[in-house]
Antibody, heavy 120, light 103 residues
């Protein structure tokens, strides 16, 4: 069964770069049947897609965040990563990684999420 | 595309029937509309995909319907564990959520 686990600092300062990694077990990120995505949820609010990466290395970003986001993958470690630079308090959120099925265009597996707080 | 869910909050009692709505700003191709359930402090969990197919392990009291721009998630007889927030999703867009709370 596929499992996904986010990891990274829980507290970062304004203007710094947020860096998170999603480790995947029970399945390969090299599969051409899925995209691998990052989604965030500010406290008490809804879900916001950040971006996704395909096995080919192609990336897709939310236009509202595109200038600050980089998603990359390391197939040898079977994990993918998120970098969000120049963070502000508005970037405080629970960050989830999730698998997106291309056959039906839905997120079928989610990581447990990790809270990242931006504060000085 | 914009997904608009209604109502924002639904207050019902266990055993009652819940009907949640998701309206898309444009027609959803191939009925690629999913529903996710999120309980407090937990990650979302896929409930319905393809508008009407239940995900693995989802009880049959959950059903999805609809096509085009209007979709519905129905929970036939609410169990205590069903009270949560539900999000519809199409491609990389999520609705704002419907909170299903115990009356």
């Amino acid at each position: 069964q596929l499992q996904m686990q986010e990891s990274g600092p829980g507290l970062i300062k304004p203007s710094e770069t947020l860096s998170l990694t999603c480790s995947v077990s029970g399945g390969s990120i090299s599969s051409n049947s899925y995209y691998w995505g990052w989604i965030r949820q500010p406290p008490g609010k809804g879900l916001e897609w950040i971006g996704s990466i395909y096995y080919s290395g192609s990336t897709y970003y939310n236009p509202s965040l595109k200038s600050r986001v980089t998603i990359s993958a390391d197939t040898s470690k079977n994990h993918f990563s998120l970098k969000l630079n120049s963070v502000t308090a508005a970037d405080t959120a629970v960050y989830y990684c999730a698998r997106y099925s291309t056959s039906g265009s839905y997120y079928d597996t989610w990581g447990q999420g990790t809270l990242v707080t931006v504060s000085s | 595309i914009v997904l608009t869910q209604s109502p924002g909050t639904l207050s019902l009692s266990p055993g009652e029937r819940a009907t949640l709505s998701c309206r898309a700003s444009q027609s959803v191709r191939n009925n690629y509309l999913a529903w996710h359930q999120q309980k407090p402090g937990q990650a979302p969990r896929l409930v319905i995909y393809g508008a009407s197919s239940r995900a693995n392990g989802i009880p049959d009291r959950f059903s999805g319907s609809g096509s085009g721009t209007d979709f519905t998630l129905t929970i036939s007889r609410l169990e205590p564990e069903d009270f949560a927030v539900y999000y519809c999703q199409q491609y990389d867009t999520f609705g704002q959520g419907t909170r299903l709370e115990i009356k």
